[in-house]
């Protein structure tokens, strides 16, 4: 069962990506995977930060591609109590070259780093 903290996470969050994205929110499944939704590197970029305004909390850059469904991404803030976000040198270094990366390498990025987080199934 879900924290009512984590319900509120998962029904802002779901409202965002209905909003931002033109998926009514009766599509959206909170465990398939954002980009499932066309949610790409500059909307994750746009939902950190609009989480950060509405959470009054520093967080990771990359916690979109970290936490890549709704059900990861609410149930993850519940959990750490929305810290701010630790020094990531990785991410770091990333977001300082995106001004350089073009739409489609910042897409790959993206889909990359949700592949890695898929389980295996051996």
Do not use: C, N
């Not at 029904?11 to 959206?28: D, K, N, Q, T, Y």
């Not at 520093?58 to 929305?82: F, K, N, Q, Y």
Request: hydrophobic share 45%; no cysteine.
């Amino acid at each position: 069962m879900m924290s009512t903290h984590a319900e509120q996470l998962h029904l802002w969050i779901r409202e965002w990506l209905g909003r931002e994205l033109g998926v009514p929110s009766a599509e959206l499944v909170a465990d398939k995977s954002f980009v499932h939704y066309g949610l790409d590197s500059v909307h994750a970029m746009m939902l950190v930060g609009d989480l950060e305004e509405h959470l009054k909390r520093r967080l990771a850059p990359t916690l979109a591609w970290d936490h890549s469904t709704i059900e990861a991404l609410a149930g993850h803030l519940a959990a750490t109590g929305v810290a701010i976000a630790p020094d990531h040198t990785e991410a770091s270094d990333l977001l300082s070259r995106l001004d350089d990366l073009s739409e489609d390498e910042l897409d790959r990025l993206l889909a990359e780093q949700h592949a890695r987080q898929q389980p295996t199934t051996d």
